[in-house]
């Protein structure tokens, strides 16, 4: 059973610094996604990565794909308010006949203070 | 216009009843799964269909029956239910195993 571990589980910032979330694992992903969860809500992919080693931006976010693809990193430059939520990063296991699973990390609760 | 909707959005009953959830997606997607999250907001995967087909099914106890009529619903019926029930569902959605997952609002399921 893959698991996956964020650290940390729990990041209270104030507004306009930066933070980095991880997500590690002993086993190796054929992709990594990253959701962001409101309360109430459901999930809501952020970003998926899928070479070893690959960096994407989405605005003040940074994520990186560790080079065995085994972890990743996400980065917020001067965090805002509206960064509050719980990230959740997914790595992607290949099944049978092209299906894939997603295992879904133990997640960070980020609160952003204005 | 809602992409994944679940009914009901709250269900409080008693341990030893029988419920069901339903999950409908409107994207025309193939694959739709369903995930329990805990009071620790960890998720994790129950169950996926294809095309009506089942594909995952990870170790969830036989009172869980998911149901897929057409490729646009998937239902989960729980029997017998259990205090350790108690979680939020979600249904998710997706073109295919390996593309974006779209995810419903959830139902929180309280078993008392």
């Known amino acids: 059973t893959q698991l996956l571990e964020q650290s940390p589980q729990f990041l209270s910032i104030q507004e306009g610094e930066n933070l980095t979330v991880y997500c590690n694992s002993s086993?190796?992903?054929?992709?990594l996604q990253w959701y962001r969860q409101e309360p109430g809500e459901g999930p809501v992919l952020l970003v998926t990565?899928?070479?070893?080693?690959e960096v994407k931006k989405l605005k003040r976010l940074t994520f990186q794909f560790g080079d065995a693809r085994k972890d990743s990193s996400l980065h917020i430059t001067a965090a805002q308010p509206g960064d509050t939520g719980l990230y959740l990063c997914?790595?992607?296991?290949?099944?049978?006949?092209?299906?894939?699973?997603?295992?879904f990390g133990t997640g960070t609760r980020l609160t952003i203070i204005p | 216009d809602t992409a994944v909707s679940q009914t009901p959005k709250y269900l409080v009953t008693q341990m030893g009843n029988d419920k069901s959830i339903k999950c409908e997606q409107n994207?025309?997607?193939?694959?739709m799964y369903w995930y329990k999250q805990d009071s620790k907001k960890f998720l994790k995967i129950m169950f996926s269909?294809?095309?009506?087909?089942?594909?995952i099914n990870e170790t969830v106890p036989n009172r869980f029956s998911p149901k897929s009529p057409d490729k646009a619903h998937l239902n989960l019926h729980i029997n017998s239910l259990e205090l350790g029930d108690s979680a939020v569902y979600f249904c998710a959605s997706s073109q295919d195993h390996q593309y974006e997952q779209y995810f419903g609002p959830g139902t929180r399921l309280t078993v008392t």
């Open positions: 086993s190796v992903f054929s992709s």
């Open positions: 269909y294809n095309n009506k087909e089942l594909i």
């Open positions: 997914a790595g992607a296991v290949s099944l049978n006949f092209g299906n894939e699973k997603l295992t």
């Open positions: 990565v899928v070479t070893g080693g």
């Open positions: 994207l025309g997607h193939d694959t």
